[in-house]
């Protein structure tokens, strides 16, 4: 039986306490959008992304499950999830008044809220079978609130997207996991890594960020959804073929 020694349990601990720094982030993000500053919002935002996207990298290679097996991580990465890519999101477009105003405003601000409490308690939200996605939406509302603000969309079409988006959550289409989707996986995380570098660009310039920077920002989006279509298609082409009843013969 292996032991765990103190400084393996002390790294361990590091990693979920790096892991629950999002909380911290997710207050900062909510106290920046009640100031109104929407740019400091995103960048904190930012850091999130950056702490979401490499906290499972460091729990992995740190084994924190086996040095500390009582605690939950995922129950935690969840947690920190839903503050910093769903609830601080959608309070920063209310604030910033991108959401229609009044009740129906209220109204469009609770779907996202809503739908994502449904995904975040789906066992299957995580698909692991020989490869990970995301079910449904991936409840990404931080980067939707992102290209809300940098684009200053009118909350017509703001309330529009957040209701389409809400519908998606719904919808099991498998969304690419950046970090873990083994398809493709290099050329995901080397574009991942870029339109992280155009976003903090894209900030550094507001209020008038490069249209060239907006546009190879927005085609890693087209990648990304295209991507996820593509195996969405091809993995429920290979679910039929496998089902498909064999032709009379073949097994003779």
Known sequence: ????????????????????????????????????????????????????????????????????????????????????????????????????????????????????????CRVDAKTDERNFFFLGFPSYWNVVAFYVIVLDLPPALVGTLLFVCSVLVFVPVRYVYPSRTVDFRPLTLALTGVWLVVYAAILAQLPN??????????L????????????????RRSAGQMLAPTPAGVLD
């Not at 084994?63 to 769903?86: C, M, N, S």
């Not at 129906?104 to 739908?115: M, N, Q």
């Not at 890693?220 to 993995?235: D, M, P």
């Open 1 to 120: 039986m292996r032991t765990t020694s103190g400084w393996q349990r002390a790294g361990a601990a590091a990693v979920h306490l790096y892991t629950a720094s999002g909380a911290v982030l997710a207050l900062l993000i909510v106290l920046a959008a009640v100031r109104g500053d929407e740019a400091q919002a995103l960048w904190l935002g930012l850091v999130a992304l950056i702490v979401d996207g490499t906290d499972g990298m460091l729990a992995r290679r740190m084994r924190v499950k086996e040095h500390i097996p009582w605690f939950d991580g995922a129950r935690l990465d969840d947690i920190v999830d839903y503050l910093t890519y769903v609830f601080a999101p959608v309070l920063l477009l209310w604030t910033g008044g991108f959401l229609p105003s009044g009740s129906w405003g209220i109204a469009l601000a609770t779907l996202p809220l809503v739908a994502s409490t449904y995904q975040f």
């Open 209 to 218: 960020p490069s249209p060239v920077l907006l546009v190879a920002s927005v």
């Open 220 to 235: 890693y989006l087209v990648y990304y959804v295209g991507l996820s279509l593509h195996l969405t298609v091809r993995q």
